[in-house]
Structure formats: C-alpha cells, structure tokens
C-alpha cells in the first residue's frame, strides 16, 4: 500500500519538474539576445523567408506571452523539438536516429561498469590494505583521472594499431558492408573499443563508492553483532552488501540520465555517429535548435531515471517509502 | 519536249564524277570545321585495370547535397564525384572543360558563351541541357548562393540558352576573373527538371528528394548516407567521359585527426582526406606502402595589423614587428618543415599573378631594435619596453583554435619579446574569433590563413577597402583603384601589371604581414593511381573519375593509349571518332553514285 502511494507521488513530482525544465528552456530562448527563430529553425529566417513564417506560426512567435508558453510546451509534448536548417530535418528525429548508437556504448558500458566496479569495490573491501587493495585502488584511480580521450587513443593504438585485434575507427567496415545478421555482429565487433574505454572510465566511481560503503558498514553496530552472535564473514558481506547496492544505483541512474551526452568525445574519436558528436557539431556550427533540442532531452531523461531508481530505491530499502507514511 | 538537249552518256558520266569530287572535298572541309570547334574536347576515360573499392577517410558529415547553397567544405569533395561544374581547376589552378568543352570570351570581358557536351545524362537517366546550366546559374543569383558575391550576381544581365547545348552569359559591365571564379567552388550544376517545380519555395525545400538523394552528371552515383558514418557512391556507366575504372567510392567519416590518421595506417583506408598533424609526416613517409606528396597552395598564414589602433598606425612599428619575426623558424618548428616561407604579397602558387619583385621585411631583430629605440619605447630591466609615460609596450594577439595557429602565435611572442615587445596571446573558438576580430575588430594582432586563389581578385575581398575580411581596416584609395580596374580589365597582361602595382602597394603600406605558405598533403596507398594530382590539365581538383587500381583486373583490349602527363587535353581521339563516321557517309556516297553511274553505262551502250 505505501509502495503505490510512493510511486504515484514521484510520478505526479517527476511530471511538475519536467513542466518547469521545458519553462526554464523556453525562458533562456526567449531572454537570449536576438530573433527566437534562431533557437527553432537556425538561419532559416535568412534564407527561406515562407519555412521560417510557417515555423513563426507553428510555435506562436507572433503571439503574446502567455500564449507562447502553452503553445512551446503543447509542441515539446507532441515531440517537436525544433528544426535543424543545416540538416532539413526535425531535430527529435536527428536525435532519434543517432540514440540507438549512443545506447549501445552508454548503457553497455555503464552496465558492465557497474556490475565490475561492484565486483572489485567488495573483493577491495574484504581485502582491505592489502597489496592487492592497494593496487586494484591505485589502478582505479589511474583510470578516473585519464581523459576519456586519451585513453580511447591509447586503447585504439594498441589494439588497433599495433595488435590489430580490434577495428581502429568507425562504425561499420565499409570495405566490405555486410547485411542482416553479420551487420549487427559488425557495429558490436566495432563497438568493442569504445565500450572498453568508457568503462574503464566510469568504473572506478562505482568501486571507490562500493569499496568506501562497503568498510564503513562492516565497522557499523549491527556487523559487530553479527560477529558476536558468530555470523561467518561472508554472510556478514552479504547483508552487508544489501546496505551497500544503493550509492552505486543512485550512481547508475545519474550516468544513465545523462548517457545521451555522455560518450560525446568517444563517438567523436572513434568516428560513431551518436547523439554526443550530433551535439558536438552542432556547437561548433552554433546550430541552436539541435543544441536546445539535445539539452531539452537531457533534462528530461535525467528526470526520468531519477524517477526510475527512486522507485527502485523504494523498493530496495523499506525505510524510505516508510518515512513518507509517518 | 523531254530530251530537247541530248547530252552525249559520256559527257554525263564525267559530269558526275565532277560533282562527287565538289561533294566529297566539301564534306573533308566540313569535317575539318567541326573539328576545330571540338579542339578543346576532353580526352576519355580508358583503363588499364577494371575493378576496386576506394576508401576515402574523410574529416566532416556534408550539411545537405546541395553543394552550391552554402560554405560546405565537408561536402565539396563528395559533390566532386557526384555532380559537375562548367569548368573546372586542375591541380596547378589552370582552368580545364568539364560540361563546357569549349568556351568564347567577348573582347570586353562581359559576354562568355559556352558549348556544352552532347552526351551527357543524369544520374535518372534524363538528359542534361543547357537549361540545367540556366537554372543553376539563375539559383546562385535568386536564393544568393555561396557564391552570388565572388560571380558578382549583381551585375548579371541574363543566362541565355539558343539552343540545347549552348549558353550565353551576359554581364553589365567587364568581369576577367569570372571563367577563375566559375571553376572554383559552390558552381555545381545541378538537374532542373528535379528542383524546379513550383511547389518548392527554394532550392533547400525540405520536400526536394534531391537534396537527401542527389541526382548528379558525375562520374560517380549516390547510394547512401549513414550520418556520422559513411557515405556511398557507385560508379556511373554513362559517365559522358567514360565508365570509371573503380566501382565503388566510399567515404568513411573519422573527425579526429589522430584517430583519422591511425584507421588510414592500418589498412582501414587508401586516401586520407583528414591533414594530420605535421609532426606524423616523416612517420607517414616511411610506413611501407604509403605515399606523401607535397604541393604549393596558394593558402598562407598572415599577420594583421589593426590600423585603427595608434600604436600600430605607424609604419614604423608595424616595420619593426616584421623585422623581429623569424619566418624560417615558424615554418621550421610550426610545421615541421613543411611549408616556405612565405615570399610577396600574394601566394607564389598563383603564378602569372605573383609579383616576384616584392621583397618582405627580411629577419633583422636589430633593426627591429633600432626602431623601436627610434620610437621612444625604451627597454625596461625586465627586457619589456616602456613608453615614456610608462605604460609597457603590450598588444594582444588574437587567434582562432587549432594546433597550427597556437604553434605559430606562440613561436611569434618569443620572438617579439626578445625585441622587448610583450605580446598576449588570445585563442578563441573559430565562430567566437569571427566575430570579435572580423566583425567587431576588436584586435591589435591577429593571424588567419585561407585560400587565394582561383583568380587574385580575392584580394578584393581581403584585402580591398570595405571588405569584409579587411580586418586591418587597411583604406589606400590607390590600392583600391587598382584592384577595381583589374577586377574589369580584360587584357590579361594589362590585369597582371595591376595586380602587380597593387602588390607593390600593400608591401609599402604593410597592413597585413604574410607568414608562412602552406602545402598540401596527398596521402594515399601506393596500389591506387590515377588521382588528380597526377594528371594536370587533364583532371579537376578533387575529382577521382581516373583512378584505378594495380589489382584490379586487367583490361585485355589494346589500341586506345592512356592519356598522359602532356600539357593540356588530347582531341585526337575525339576527332578520329568524328573523321571515321564521316570517311564511312563519304565512301557509301561514292559506292552510290558509282553504282548509278554503272547503271547508266549500262543502259547507254
């Protein structure tokens, strides 16, 4: 009974925070200096005068205010996101094209970053101060402060280059395109080294966090007791671990919110054509709507899986969606 | 009545050997005229291999296919194989036919008549005509194409068309750099019979098929587009020039250099369409398999000095800043060695433009000194000079990101602070640098590089007054003069002496310090050939309609020769195509007439 009352507050909460990011958007396009077209179709304005007057009509830009408001939050619910002049194309459908790529690396990596940095976060724990602590910490943190980049380079150099075990660069082969089946075991063949690098990259959060919990807990009252009642050390752990699952999925769902951007500077080095080098681009080539679009998405998705692990959450730990009760 | 003059069968048979000799020495005339109308035709394609799949690792995704509408550079290299152009630069900057075989200039420069190709279709199968020439030129005037300013659209009078394979420019006033400009860039010819329909607004209507799946004249056809990823072309049967001797071009899209560079020595590509850093090259050179080759690009890097600011108002600083620049090592530690110094006010790659007699301000810190002492900026104990009041010697030095740029500006203030002048470097983001600098001319020092060429009327909208790009905010009426009338003076030798008074000016003046010329790079696997660069006046920048490959399969088939590095394009095989169809009319002619003459013998005796 408490557990529906809980989801179904987070829900009604989740959907007010959404009205209020789209409001801030639409207040950063309408404040910023300059023709709001800008932000919704790009130059169109300059070069195709009847698009950007359907566009005008489209979003209410000849209204007033108020108008407007209700006008850009109706589009942004129907999926319209604005234009992108440079690629004549809505930009929810550019985003849309390019996620499933960007979902592979992101949620693949993040998966096997959580599951390995658990891993080894409760394996350093156990076997606190050790050498093999010591070592398994320091290599973490090696990983954790390379740059992304680099260190895809650096994976692409030996694997790629030097090895040759692993494609250097690209998406598919395009030397030899394959089809059907053999297409998809392609883009994964491909997806090997930037799935490596990202979760070198995000690994080390999720063990420093696992590992610090995790010798925090074990010197908490109620391990003592376990100790005294004569609880060997592993079932120790895995009550121990119980506690301990929850940092790591908060971690989990922030990366997972903001996995759309997230492996932008991969899918550049590795030329994949993911919703991150969409973003990049269109930075560089100050395309406003695609930039908006993709920052509107964003803020959506992390809305969303804040929404999900709170559930999970609730789920996972009874005291929380007790505390809403009382 | 009928026979009132009986002409002897004799007299009769002589009469029409006669006539047949008349017919048969006006059609050899015949034949030599439309011979000499054709003297520029493009030689065909021949082969000595068939087959293969050409990679290319390329740098950028194309913002449309429509490569004429706006600055595209990602595209322009792609639109090279799937559409063509009137005509074309090879790789020396020389103007070469592409659909134009042959052209006419009016003696004033303002009338240019175009012949077209006969043979020439679309990639739907539809036949290309003069009117495709006319709506595309007529688009970059309605819709302001990239290139509206540089083919002065405001002074075209009209596009004409007399017939299907002729067309008839007319401009109000003398434009010589008009063929230049028209060869060059955003001047594709694009397929009327597909974007003009009135339910477009515009030739980006988002409804145009054309624009997500081109339709072209060139050598090689669309297939796909994966954003971010690859873009597909097959090779086109019906090419007017021939089939291509490689069936597939594919451009893989890798935008870091690094990573670009890495996927193209592993086997992952055969030609690199993404620079490198400088730094790879000797490394490059010696990979087994690989070529690098090297060429002048009328690109260079250049200084600016912003008029506007007191301090650099005086030549003599301006002098003394030159004087403290060491060019040899710019090009020596920036890029590796890979470039020159750079000579004259205009790139040495434009050669019949590039006055030789213009000497820059040669390396000399202790002239540089001398005038600065001159100035009165002493030099303070800490090495900086001061002006008499005190305030320190410093400019900004405003530059836009990328790894040459940092390298040269960072060289440079070494330099100059060994002349006591303290120098700020400022990097901005390319769009950031843009509006700062050329908009808003906020700047002391700044530093670009860009290409001028096709045609020294680009100093116009460099270095001319009211330009755009003319950041200095330089204004010498003389200057300016000079390059209005060379921009409409027909006599090319008379253009030249203009464009060489006008360099001698600038170097006087020296509102803009030019640095370093550039180079380009070609980097490609030893088992392709056929690449532009290696076919001057015959192929056109970026076009890779001859390349073919040493494993494909070899063509069996003999006679034809491949044309070869000789200077400009080969008719001989047109012509002989021409003469044997007409030798055959004129032997069956002869075979006739002698057959009747035989008939007539006949029933005489």
Known sequence: MGLEKYIAERIIQAFFVIIAVI????????????????????????????????????????????????????????????????????????????????????????????????????????????????????????????????????????????????????????????????????????SVLPIITLTLITMPLYFKVVRDTVIQQSVEEYAYMYRAIGFNESKIYKKVFRNAILPPVTLFAIHIGFAVAGAALIENVFGWPGVGRLLLDAISARDYPIIMGIYLFISITVVLANLIVDILYAYLDPRIRLQKIS | MIKLIKIPSNYLSKLVTIIMIILFISIIFTVSHVNAQSQEAISTISCQYKGGSLVVIHWGDPKSFNPDSQVDDALFIIASQIFNKL????????????????????????????????????HDGYPFTSKDVRYTLESIKNYKGVMYGFLKMDSLVSVQTPDNYTIVVKYSQPFPAFLGFLAWYGTFILPEHIFNKTQYKDWMDPSIPALTKPIGTGPFKFVEYVKGSHVVLEANNDYFKGKPCINRVTFQIIPDPTAALQAFLAGQGDLLNNRPPTTEIPKINSTPGVIVQMR??????????????????????????????????????AESGYGFVARGMYPPAIQWAFNPNVILPEYNPAKADALLDELGYKKGSDGYRYAPDGTKLTLRFTIFQGAEAEAIATIIKEQLRKVGIDVKVEVLEIAAWENKVVKQRDFDLAMLDGFQGPDPDNMRSRFGPGAYLNMANYSNPVFGDLLNKAASEPDPQKRKELYWKAQEIMANDLPYLPLVDLVAFFIYRTEWHGFYWQLPGIAGLNVLERVWWEKGTPVTTTTISIPTQSTSVTPSQVQQGISTTMIIAVVGVIIIVAIILLIIRRRGS
């Not at chain 1, 304005?45 to 006008?71: C, M, Q, V």
């Not at chain 1, 959580?114 to 973490?140: P, Q």
Request: aromatic share 14%.
């Open chain 1, 23 to 190: 409001i801030i958007n639409f207040i950063i396009v309408s404040a910023a200096p300059g023709d709001p077209i800008q932000f919704i179709a790009g130059d169109i304005a300059i070069n195709s005068p009847e698009f950007a007057t359907y566009l005008r009509h489209k979003w209410g830009l000849d209204r007033p205010l108020y108008e407007r408001i209700f006008t850009y939050i109706f589009n942004i619910f129907q999926g319209d996101l604005g234009y992108s002049y440079r690629y004549l194309q809505p930009v929810s459908q550019l985003i849309l094209e390019r996620l499933p790529v960007t979902l592979l690396l992101m949620i693949t990596s993040n998966v096997l970053a959580f599951i390995i940095g658990i891993l080894l976060g409760l394996y350093s724990a156990r076997k606190n101060g050790s050498f093999v602590d010591t070592s398994i910490t320091s290599l973490n943190f090696l990983f954790w402060s390379t740059p992304s980049f680099l260190l895809g380079i650096i994976l692409m150099m030996i694997f790629g280059v030097n090895l040759k075990i692993f494609p250097v660069a690209g998406l598919i082969d395009v030397r030899n395109p394959k089809e059907g089946f053999w297409l998809y075991l392609d883009i994964v063949y491909h």
């Open chain 2, 87 to 122: 005509i074309n630069l090879d790789v020396n900057y020389n103007i070469i036919p592409e659909l134009a075989t042959s052209w006419e200039v009016s003696a004033n420069a303002s009338i240019f008549t175009f012949h077209l190709a006969h043979n020439v279709t679309w």
């Open chain 2, 296 to 333: 002048p690009v009328p690109s260079r890097w250049y200084i600016a000095y912003n008029l506007l600011n007191p301090l650099l108002s005086n030549l003599k600083m301006r002098l003394a800043i030159a004087y403290a620049i060491n060019r040899t090592e710019l090009v020596q530690k």
